[in-house]
Structures are given as structure tokens and as C-alpha cells.
């Protein structure tokens, strides 16, 4: 089946995608374990996406330049027509960077309905969403792929989750369709990640060749749960934070609210989408200094940021979970059976 549009709807927020069909079907087989597709809503004050300058109107656009030197990319904007136009080469990262359009223009609603964001990824145990939080190197990826393993754990976000408070005060934990990002030094530990010819995300070729402990393996949602047979979990209530340290003896340790508090904090994205390897800091609030922070800064331009972020928001996350420590050499045995 190609598409020539589709409609993309997420608790309230809303973006039309046109254009491109290959793009635009690319796109439906990754959201469709994510999105509401197709829903029933006018499109009028509704964000559209454009995948292909080829497909664009004649308008007066706005230029911003993103990319990357093997992936160019241009971003023609009109606000006044709330519309976006992709303008990069037809294939593989046309479709990559429409993806992430889409889910920065999905974020920043949720942002504004009171969403929050942070660098953790999270599995779904039944129905209990475990998020795992850590600085780089804290053996959070090892933990998470392990678990993974097991056919009772299920895909919900990696170094990616919102939540979002329903009106009944429970956290829902939202996963993303972006890629995993995984060093290669780790693929000896996980065989099912070898033969990785048939992942998806052009990158990959690219940096396949490179210092390992630098270069990654990026792999889909949808890989990773056939290659270590698992399922994806789009969200699901969040009721754990664990805080993952490297070395030591292997021990489960509880924490207190405001000590779960400090964990989210130091792990807490504050803006819905941001360049690579940097973050704003609560304390430091300047629009023009975070601006600069922005993958899309013609969107924070836009939308701009609630008034009432605060550490109180991160707080209210840790009164309505459960916190916990665990110090581990990657093997996730005592976390599991602690989680049973």
C-alpha cells in the first residue's frame, strides 16, 4: 500500500504528513505501533509536514539548514500556514528526517499539555512500566537489551520517554519510533545484533568502519523486538524509577521521594527536543540560550516554553513512584526477580 497522506494523532496532538509517498508510507509502518493514524480531525490549525520540496506549494518559506555532511537537510518553515517542508534528497534520510519531524511536532504539543522529558529508557513488565536512569556509562543500554531478552519485558522508549500525567493522576510512560543508539563495543555481548546488513537506518554503513567505542549500531524499535524476541509496548503506566550503577557488589537499594527526585532531575531533557549531546539547565533559563539548544529552533520560536517549569513537576513524577538504586556488572538477574 503507498500513501500520499497521512493523519497522526497522539493524546491531543496533532500533524498531517504529505508529499513523498514512499516517505509518507515509510513513516505509517513505523508510527502504527505508536500513532493514532488516520483519525477523524479537520486540518485546518493543524501542523503539516511536507516530505519533499518537489511537493511543496508556492509559498514564502522561511530556510533553516540541519542536517549532517552525508545527510543534508533544509527545513523550509511557514508559520502563518503552520507548515514544514523537508527538503532533502529522496530515500532513506528524507525519511529520517520527517520521522523526527513528526515527533518533534508531536512533543512540542504534548510539552504545552504538560508533558515532561527524560533521558531514560524504559521496559514494560505486564503492566508495570520500568524506567532505567543513568549518566553514560552506568550500564543503562547493557541492562535494558538484557531484560529485552526475556519474552515478559517489552520495548516502551530508549534514552527517550515522556510522561504525561492523565486526568486521573496516573504517569503514562510514551515511547518514541526513533532509533536505538548503540556503541559497538557492546555488540559482543549481544549476538542477536551480528548480522546487522538488514538494519534499516543508512548510518549504520557509514559508521561501521569506525572506533567502536565511539562508532553505533542504530536499530528500530521493531528489530530490536524480532531479534531478541520481545514485543513493543507504546506506553504504559510508569510505576518504577531505577537508577543504574556500574560496579560493586550487586545490590537493589531503596530510594527516598526526594532522592528520586535528584535522579530524574539530573536526567531531565526540560525542552521536547534538543541538538545532540547538549541540555539546558533550570537554573540557567534564557529563551535565547535555549534556543540555541533546539534541533528546530524555528519551533521553539513558535511555541515557546510553559511558564510554569519548574523542579516541582519532577517532584510530583517522584511522589507517585517507586524509586530505586541498583548496582550491577550488567547482568539484570537481581533487578528481575526483585521486579516478581
Request: proline fraction near 6%; aromatic fraction near 10%.
Amino acid at each position: 500500500m503507498t500513501l500520499s497522506k497521512v493523519k497522526i494523532r497522539r493524546m491531543g496532538a496533532m500533524v498531517v504528513v504529505t508529499g513523498d509517498p514512499d516517505a509518507i508510507t515509510w513513516i505509517h509502518d513505523r508510527g502504527q505501533f505508536y500513532f493514532e493514524l488516520d483519525g477523524q480531525f479537520t486540518d485546518k490549525d493543524v501542523w503539516h509536514i511536507i516530505a519533499g520540496k518537489e511537493h511543496a506549494p508556492s509559498l514564502q518559506w522561511h530556510q533553516f539548514d540541519r542536517g549532517i555532511p552525508v545527510a543534508p537537510c533544509t527545513f523550509l518553515f511557514n508559520v502563518s500556514h503552520r507548515t514544514i517542508v523537508v527538503d532533502a534528497p529522496p530515500g532513506s534520510w528524507r525519511k529520517l528526517w520527517t520521522l523526527r519531524l513528526v515527533r518533534d511536532i508531536l512533543r512540542w504539543q504534548l510539552f504545552h499539555q504538560g508533558a515532561v522529558f527524560i533521558h531514560a529508557s524504559v521496559v514494560a513488565h505486564h503492566s508495570t512500566g520500568i524506567a532505567l536512569v543513568g549518566r553514560k556509562r552506568s550500564g543503562k543500554s547493557t541492562l535494558f537489551l538484557k531484560l529485552l531478552r526475556n519474552g515478559d519485558y517489552g520495548f516502551v522508549a530508549e534514552d527517550d520517554l515522556t510522561v504525561v500525567c492523565k486526568p486521573d493522576g496516573d504517569l503514562v510512560a510514551l515511547g518514541w519510533p526513533g532509533c536505538l543508539r548503540i556503541r559497538r563495543s557492546m555488540l559482543k555481548y549481544f549476538p542477536e545484533l551480528a548480522e546487522e546488513s538488514n538494519f534499516m537506518h543508512p548510518a549504520n554503513e557509514l559508521e561501521k568502519k569506525g572506533d567502536p567505542e565511539v562508532a553505533l549500531l542504530r536499530v528500530f524499535p521493531e528489530e530490536i523486538a524480532a531479534r531478541f524476541n520481545s514485543y513493543i509496548m507504546p506506553e504504559i503506566k510508569l510505576n518504577m524509577i531505577v537508577k543504574t550503577q556500574w560496579g560493586g557488589e550487586s545490590a537493589v537499594l531503596p530510594l527516598s521521594s526526594e532522592e528520586t527526585t535528584e535522579v530524574l532531575v539530573d536526567a531531565w531533557d526540560i525542552l521536547p527536543e534538543r541538538r545532540p549531546g547538549i541540555r539546558p539547565q533550570l537554573n540557567n533559563r534564557s529563551d535565547q540560550l535555549w534556543r540555541i539548544f533546539c534541533f528546530n529552533p524555528l519551533l521553539f520560536d513558535f511555541f515557546g516554553t510553559p511558564v510554569d517549569i519548574a523542579k516541582t513537576k519532577i517532584s510530583e513524577i517522584a511522589d507517585k513512584v517507586s524509586g530505586f538504586a541498583f548496582c550491577h556488572n550488567g547482568d539484570p538477574e537481581l533487578l528481575r526477580r526483585h521486579f516478581i
